[in-house]
């Protein structure tokens, strides 16, 4: 992440991209030790309970990195010096949806998820509902939502990954 920030680090200092990328460097880690942390509760519980958090969890994250990365990404060498940064980092999409989609394809194999889910797909599409929700709460406002709550109870009954 050192490596990043220094890369996408503009002449000045305290401007938007030092704001993001300092915010990235506190929030992205603990995000990413929740999404590894599921695959301690393969078994356990029901599927949608351990979801349920996650999604929380992810509204709460991507709210928090979406207001910071606007003002960032105004200039079109610094948009592209951060996906090169993200490239060579492996932060990349994946760096969220693999230990997501590695979760519910080991509740799949022992019959927990249907069978007919795609892990990867499934994955893809609770963390975009995360993603949908807190950017319309960050440009239309926190009540023009369902509750952060309510959308993660949504968003994780409605992907309908569990069997039986």
């Not at 606007?70 to 693999?98: K, M, Y």
């Not at 319309?136 to 993660?152: I, L």
Request: proline share 5%.
């Amino acid at each position: 992440m050192l490596e990043m920030a220094v890369s996408l680090r503009e002449d000045r200092t305290g401007g938007p991209v030092d704001h993001f990328l300092a915010l990235l460097q506190d929030r992205l880690p603990l995000w990413l030790r929740i999404l590894h942390d599921l695959s301690h509760l393969v078994g356990k519980g029901r599927v949608n309970d351990n979801l349920l958090p996650i999604a929380r969890a992810g509204i709460d994250y991507y709210a928090e990195i979406q207001s910071a990365a606007l003002p960032a990404f105004t200039s079109p060498s610094v948009t592209v010096r951060f996906r090169e940064a993200i490239r060579d980092n492996g932060l990349g999409p994946l760096a969220e949806i693999a230990p997501l989609a590695a979760y519910l394809a080991a509740e799949q194999r022992i019959g927990r998820v249907t069978a007919e889910a795609d892990p990867d797909a499934s994955a893809r599409l609770l963390l975009a509902g995360c993603f949908r929700h807190a950017y319309n709460e960050m440009f239309f406002g926190a009540y023009s939502e369902p509750t952060r709550d309510v959308s993660a109870e949504e968003i994780v009954r409605e992907l309908r990954l569990e069997s039986g």
